[in-house]
């Protein structure tokens, strides 16, 4: 029998009514295309970066209120390649229940408001038998990092199967050791969930992402939970990206006090795309 994650926090990270979660991912992705737009001075198509397809993202996994226009940022520019993309690999740290490893969950599909998602169970055998890999149902049922990438990626893509990992206690290499069994080709896209830095006041934010951009746009890990609360798996696909010779774009960075929360205590947003060498130039938290 076929066991489905239902969503955790639909209704509260995101709306949980089917067409009105549609309309709002419709609007933040028509938001941040009119945005990369604007910044490419009305012709998108003369940008290398928006014409081919990124092997990874990373975005943030706010509420929608908060982060939605940053990961948006970062989404829409799967447009032109939501046929190719048939698998996701989707990486965020653990909120609620710690684990060692990388927790795979015990259902055969993930759902929200928009629907069913299928996992790889191909992709799952591959990766299931490794020390650091677990499974673990307690660590997936109220984990929201995942989650809220969901209706994004059911928006854009059109048919794709997901690995979803949720990583707690892991080294870099144990986690760069996954995605490189799974890298896969052009079908294959790496997601990896992770907000910056958290609860700092707006402008001692700002200086801390500042820094932590500039780290993973130089490919430099070792990034701590301060700096990222998805520290972990972005210092494993970091190395991951590095010895793919992926090249980092940064696509949006703001913070929670750039868009609906107080300036005195703010959670950091930024996504970035990445691509491979050969096909580019150079709730709040």
Known sequence: MEKIRPPAVAGAFYNS?????????????????????KDNDGAPDND?????????LIVPHAGYIYSGQTAA????????????????????????????????PEASAFATPLGEIQLDQNSIAAIEKLPQVVVSPAVHADEHSLE??????QSVLDDFQLVPLAVGDATAEEVAE??????GGPETLIVISSDLSHFLPYHSA???????????LK???????????????VNGFILA?????????????????????????????????????????????
Request: hydrophobic share 40%; glycine share 6%.
């Open 73 to 104: 940022a970062a989404y829409v520019r799967l447009s032109a390649v939501s046929h190719t993309i048939k698998r996701v690999i989707l990486l965020g740290p653990v909120h609620r229940v710690a684990v060692r490893g990388l927790a795979l």
């Open 219 to 233: 490919l430099d890990g070792g990034l701590s939970h301060k700096q990222a609360c998805g520290g972990t798996p």
């Open 178 to 183: 996954v995605l490189d069994i799974l890298w």
């Open 48 to 56: 290398t970066n928006n014409r081919t397809s990124p092997k990874a």
């Open 148 to 153: 809220v990438q969901l209706p994004f990626l």
């Open 241 to 285: 990206a590095r010895q793919h010779h992926l090249q980092p774009h940064l696509l949006d960075l703001r913070n929670s006090g750039d868009t609906a929360g107080d300036k005195s205590r703010v959670v950091g947003y930024a996504s970035f795309a990445f691509n491979e060498e050969s096909a580019g130039a150079n709730y709040e938290h």
């Open 206 to 216: 700002k200086t801390v992402d500042a820094e932590t951009v500039d780290n993973i």
């Open 17 to 37: 009514q089917k067409q009105r979660l549609q309309n709002d991912v419709n609007a933040l992705l028509q938001m941040a295309r009119s945005q990369a737009e």
